[in-house]
């Protein structure tokens, strides 16, 4: 019980972490103008900054949500 509570506390905070590290969706005009452009007509896509933290947010969230079903029955 006590190592899933130190692993959900760990998983916070790192979830908290990759969304602070992401940036917002409305960074302003000048920023949808240059950059969106190359991301999104580059062959990269998925290899930006943005995509990485996306999918680790995922990822992270979907094990946040274990740990927490996981004290909930065994609590």
Excluded: C, P, Y
């Amino acid at each position: 019980m006590l190592a899933v509570q130190i692993l959900h506390i760990i998983i916070s905070i790192v979830l908290i972490a990759v969304v602070l590290f992401q940036s917002g969706k409305d960074a302003g005009l000048s920023g949808s103008i240059a950059g969106g452009s190359e991301t999104f007509f580059g062959k990269n896509k998925g290899r930006t900054i943005d995509a990485i933290l996306e999918k680790w947010t995922a990822a992270v969230a979907i094990l946040f949500i274990v740990t927490s079903v996981l004290l909930f029955f065994l609590g």
